[in-house]
């Protein structure tokens, strides 16, 4: 479930950005704040469970390829090969992160104990 709210956390993290960037009127701001406390909350709730460290690589890798790609495809940034290259190494890294990182709450399992 704690990767569940680290993936949850980089998926509004990608509005709040563009909130960030685009927001004009009151509508779009409360919205982008909105969208901010979602992602803390999430990212909150994540590092009860994992190593805060491992959390926020993953939060901050995971978000900011997503919003470079949207970049590429919604809002015409310059495209290059040695970018897309990057962007496929933070993916890498992100996956690597969390196929060595074990929850808490799984090893309490495995361990016999709850969390």
């Known amino acids: 479930m704690a990767w569940l709210y ?6 509004v993290e990608v509005f709040w950005v563009i909130g960030l960037k685009h927001a004009d009127s009151l509508l779009e701001w409360t919205g982008t704040v909105l969208a901010i406390v979602v ?8 590092c009860e469970k994992l190593p805060s460290g491992t959390v926020y690589a993953v939060f901050t890798g995971s978000g900011a390829a997503a919003i470079v790609l949207l970049d590429f ?3 015409g940034a ?17 996956i ?11 090893v309490a399992h495995e ?3 709850e969390s």
């Open 6 to 11: 680290v993936l949850a956390a980089a998926i």
């Open 39 to 46: 992602s803390f909350f999430c990212i909150i709730r994540a």
């Open 73 to 75: 495809f919604m809002f």
């Open 78 to 94: 310059d495209f290059s090969v040695g970018k897309l290259l990057f962007i496929g190494l933070i993916i890498v890294g992100v």
């Open 96 to 106: 690597g992160i969390k196929i060595t990182t074990d929850d808490q709450e799984e």
């Open 111 to 113: 361990q016999g104990g």
